[in-house]
């Protein structure tokens, strides 16, 4: 009957450390996707972005997008943008 305990013992030893070795993985993994993730939304906002933008210079008007702080007027080719004072800086 020891050896079969001690068995047991060692069997839950290994799981045990593979268990470990696992959640490590897991860390290393979950921090990778949310990168991912992060990156993906990045390209998303700058898709819709760039369409905005697109679609705007296409109609000759202005594009103003709706995040406070500041706005983008496109007009000939040149791009300008105005922060929350109203003075332009040109790019």
């Not at 921090?31 to 993906?40: I, P, S, T």
């Not at 202005?62 to 496109?74: A, E, I, K, N, Q």
Request: aromatic share 2%; net charge positive.
């Amino acid at each position: 009957m020891g050896l079969l305990f001690e068995e047991l013992e060692a069997r839950e030893a290994a799981a045990r450390v593979r268990v470990e070795e696992l959640e490590a993985e897991l860390v290393s993994v979950s921090g990778k996707l949310e990168l991912a993730r992060e990156g993906l939304e990045r390209l998303r906002i700058t898709r819709e972005t760039v369409a905005e933008v697109q679609a705007a210079m296409t109609r000759g008007g202005r594009w103003r997008p709706s995040m406070p702080g500041g706005r983008l007027l496109v007009s000939r080719g040149r791009r300008r943008t105005r922060g929350a004072s109203g003075r332009s800086s040109g790019c």
